[in-house]
């Protein structure tokens, strides 16, 4: 079974711009959650979907942005970007909401300059 | 904000030796995971203890949950030089699915 894929793994953006990270779960999961992760802040949550909805966000700007498609790939935008969203964004996979573990893609490594 | 600090941030051992990493937690758990994560890459799920439950193994990994201290310790014995890597507990709180993530352990194994 194929793990969690990221596109893209590395992205340089500069300052203003929009970016938008994709996510594609293992075959079968239906949950998809989103977390950021830096030096400074380390790993927080940014938002979990399933079934296409959003069940739970964490404490980010409204910059920060999601969805998930019915074939429950999932993507993230950020909008105008500042240097402080330069991080690791990483996406992690389960069967559903009710389950615990979490399968995590390899992340998408974003510079902002 | 972080829900867990593990202790210590650093730890640097020679191979065959035993490595102990622990993490503290502020609020009532559903359940602690730990995780590892080599040179910023992504996260592997290593082994999850309920908030039921006082001990876990996993191979060489031994996990203990102590609710009434709110922490946690992961024991991994014999360690390797490939057991190099940054290590990560995270709990989920009884009302939520996210996973609030410590600032992880930093360990060293030399040969």
């Known amino acids: 079974k194929a793990g969690v894929t990221q596109t893209p793994r590395y992205l340089i953006k500069t300052r203003g711009q929009q970016v938008t990270l994709s996510c594609s779960p293992i075959?079968?999961?239906?949950?998809v959650s989103w977390y950021q992760q830096t030096p400074g802040q380390g790993l927080q949550f940014l938002f979990e979907?399933?079934?296409?909805?959003?069940?739970n966000k964490g404490n980010f700007p409204g910059r920060f942005s999601g969805r998930q498609f019915s074939n429950s790939r999932s993507e993230m935008n950020v909008s105008t970007l500042e240097l402080g969203d330069s991080a690791l964004y990483l996406c992690?996979?389960?069967?559903?909401?009710?389950?615990?573990?979490?399968?995590f893609g390899p992340g998408t490594r974003l510079t902002v300059l | 904000s972080q829900q867990g600090e593990e202790d210590p941030q650093a730890l640097s051992i020679q191979e065959g030796e035993n490595a102990t990493m622990n993490c503290s937690y502020k609020?009532?758990?559903?359940?602690l995971q730990w995780y590892r994560q080599n040179s910023g890459r992504g996260l592997v799920h290593l082994i999850l203890?309920?908030?039921?439950?006082r001990e876990k193994h996993s191979g060489r990994l031994r996990v203990t949950l102590d609710t009434s201290k709110k922490s946690s310790s992961l024991l991994i014995t014999a360690s390797r030089a490939a057991d190099t890597a940054s290590y990560f507990c995270?709990?989920?709180?009884?009302?939520?699915?996210?996973?609030?993530f410590g600032k992880g352990t930093t360990l060293s194994v030399s040969s």
């Open positions: 979907y399933f079934s296409e909805t959003q069940r």
């Open positions: 075959s079968g999961h239906r949950s």
């Open positions: 992690a996979s389960k069967a559903a909401p009710g389950f615990d573990e979490q399968f």
């Open positions: 203890i309920r908030s039921n439950e």
């Open positions: 609020t009532s758990i559903n359940n």
């Open positions: 995270a709990t989920v709180y009884q009302a939520g699915t996210a996973l609030i």
